[in-house]
């Protein structure tokens, strides 16, 4: 493995949008305290003879400076992307940085579904009055025209289709892009997948989303890793990253939140859903190596935590066989549901989050762990001052990921 100095790739910048709340201060006050969003859903296009339960934001607010031509003509998923990405460009100082060296990579593919199911709907008689402008809003790449139109970005942009670690995957992207020297500074988003009732419907079917056992009680359906799970509850969310090397953070004079010091990417080969224990295991203890730790060093772990019948339990063996049950251990999606795409990248700002307020939040609906001997946080937030902390995505389709992130203050106070 190639020698990487692990403080030499750092977080500048984020930006985050949820159904707890729309940037930073609203959504760690959100996650600390528990608070949720979860109820039958109502956005159009969501339910068809049904009664599918997640959390949905209640509206976006637009900073000043978005351009209201873009918005006008940009999707659900691209206007809480603009929105994001505003926050975390705002935050790491990036207004005057050379747009040139400046790259972007959304993580998501196909995240436009309920929007194209309403226009199938509505013109399925009319073919001929379909808005030509729909020639590239349904292309995964007018995400990223539209953000680097409104942001002047012309170092490189793509997405980076991982399913459900499709934003712990971009992160990967963009610490490799940076590190190549392809662009000084890199920004992961996280798209939000707009799913409608086919995904819904779909993926009831294959036993990943919750049934109706919670129907007359939305707040109890989302409990991963509690031995009444059922299911994930999808949670609409977008989330941003500014990456960079230290030298061009220094020159700018931008405070970093952390440093990503390792990581780790490994397929399956297999189509199916199911999560594999070798796979899993194989990208912590990758990730681990590349930065320099043991899995003593590890002291908060952000798991992927669905609530699946055995993605859950496969993960806590895999975490096991890591020498990892010891470190504090959390679910960010009990508060603020699956994000699918945009999972990864909305957990790791949790993590870095939690870090800077040197709390942990609790997990919702976590009275009955299936592995009790872990270092749970329940229902309380709890004070714990992070060193180095490991967030793990898996997505089907095979896609295991995993990154370790150091605070650096901590970690170099102590050396």
Same mark, same amino acid.
């Given at each position: 493995?190639?020698?990487?100095?692990?403080?030499?790739?750092?977080?500048?910048?984020?930006?985050?949008?949820?159904?707890?709340?729309?940037?930073?201060?609203?959504?760690?006050?959100?996650?600390?305290?528990?608070?949720?969003?979860?109820?039958?859903?109502?956005?159009?296009?969501?339910?068809?003879?049904?009664?599918? &339960?997640?959390?949905?934001?209640?509206?976006?607010?637009?900073?000043?400076?978005?351009?209201?031509?873009?918005?006008?003509?940009?999707?659900?998923?691209?206007?809480?992307?603009?929105?994001?990405?505003? /926050?975390?460009?705002?935050?790491?100082?990036?207004?005057?940085?050379?747009?040139?060296?400046?790259?972007?990579?959304?993580?998501?593919?196909?995240?436009?579904?309920?929007?194209?199911?309403?226009?199938?709907?509505?013109?399925?008689?009319?073919?001929?009055?379909?808005?030509?402008?729909?020639?590239?809003?349904?292309?995964?790449? *007018?995400?990223?025209?539209?953000?680097?139109?409104?942001?002047?970005?012309?170092?490189?942009?793509?997405?980076?289709?991982?399913?459900?670690?499709?934003?712990?995957?971009?992160?990967?992207?963009?610490?490799?892009?940076?590190?190549?020297? /392809?662009?000084?500074?890199?920004?992961?988003?996280?798209?939000?997948?707009?799913?409608?009732? #086919? /995904?819904?419907?779909?993926?009831?079917?294959?036993?990943? #989303?919750?049934?109706?056992?919670?129907?007359?009680?939305?707040?109890?359906?989302?409990?991963?890793?509690?031995?009444?799970?059922?299911?994930?509850?999808?949670?609409?969310?977008?989330?941003?990253?500014?990456?960079?090397? +230290?030298?061009?953070?220094?020159?700018?004079?931008?405070?970093?939140?952390?440093?990503?010091?390792?990581?780790?990417?490994? &397929?399956?080969?297999?189509?199916?859903? *199911?999560?594999?224990?070798?796979?899993? &295991?194989?990208?912590?203890?990758?990730?681990?190596?590349?930065?320099?730790?043991?899995?003593?060093?590890?002291?908060?772990?952000?798991?992927?935590?669905?609530?699946?019948?055995?993605?859950?339990?496969?993960?806590?063996?895999?975490?096991?066989?890591?020498?990892?049950?010891?470190?504090?251990?959390?679910?960010? +999606?009990?508060?603020?549901?699956?994000?699918?795409?945009?999972?990864?990248?909305?957990?790791?700002?949790?993590?870095?989050?939690?870090?800077?307020?040197?709390?942990?939040?609790?997990?919702?609906?976590?009275?009955?762990?299936?592995?009790?001997?872990?270092?749970?946080?329940?229902?309380?937030? &709890?004070?714990?001052?992070?060193?180095?902390?490991?967030?793990?995505?898996?997505?089907?389709?095979?896609?295991?990921?995993?990154?370790?992130?150091?605070?650096?203050?901590?970690?170099?106070?102590?050396?």
């Amino acid at each position: 493995m190639t020698k990487y100095n692990p403080s030499e790739v750092l977080v500048t910048g984020v930006g985050v949008t949820a159904a707890i709340g729309q940037g930073k201060e609203a959504f760690v006050s959100s996650l600390l305290s528990g608070e949720h969003a979860f109820d039958v859903m109502q956005r159009p296009g969501r339910q068809k003879d049904s009664r599918f &339960i997640g959390a949905e934001i209640p509206s976006l607010s637009y900073p000043e400076r978005l351009s209201k031509k873009l918005l006008r003509k940009a999707s659900f998923s691209s206007r809480a992307a603009l929105v994001t990405l505003s /926050e975390a460009w705002e935050e790491a100082k990036l207004d005057g940085a050379d747009s040139a060296r400046i790259g972007l990579i959304a993580g998501g593919s196909n995240f436009q579904q309920r929007e194209t199911l309403q226009l199938f709907e509505n013109y399925k008689d009319r073919s001929g009055f379909i808005s030509p402008a729909y020639g590239l809003s349904f292309m995964d790449s *007018d995400l990223c025209g539209l953000c680097t139109d409104q942001f002047g970005i012309t170092g490189l942009a793509y997405t980076a289709g991982g399913a459900s670690a499709s934003g712990q995957l971009a992160v990967i992207q963009a610490i490799q892009q940076v590190l190549s020297g /392809e662009v000084d500074i890199c920004i992961a988003l996280g798209a939000l997948m707009d799913i409608s009732y #086919m /995904e819904c419907e779909a993926l009831r079917a294959l036993g990943a #989303m919750g049934t109706d056992k919670y129907a007359e009680e939305p707040d109890k359906a989302c409990r991963p890793f509690d031995q009444n799970r059922d299911g994930f509850i999808y949670g609409e969310s977008c989330g941003a990253l500014v990456i960079e090397r +230290k030298d061009t953070a220094v020159r700018r004079g931008v405070k970093p939140y952390a440093a990503l010091s390792g990581w780790s990417i490994k &397929i399956d080969g297999n189509r199916n859903p *199911d999560p594999s224990l070798e796979g899993e &295991i194989h990208v912590v203890q990758k990730a681990l190596e590349r930065a320099g730790l043991s899995p003593e060093d590890i002291d908060y772990i952000n798991p992927h935590g669905t609530g699946s019948f055995i993605g859950d339990e496969i993960e806590l063996k895999a975490l096991h066989a890591c020498g990892l049950s010891h470190a504090y251990i959390n679910a960010t +999606k009990s508060i603020t549901g699956h994000g699918l795409s945009a999972a990864g990248t909305v957990e790791m700002i949790s993590v870095l989050l939690q870090m800077k307020e040197s709390r942990l939040h609790p997990s919702r609906n976590l009275h009955d762990p299936i592995d009790p001997s872990f270092h749970w946080v329940k229902d309380q937030s &709890i004070s714990h001052n992070i060193k180095n902390a490991l967030s793990l995505s898996m997505g089907f389709g095979g896609m295991n990921t995993a990154v370790c992130i150091q605070n650096i203050e901590k970690c170099e106070g102590e050396s």
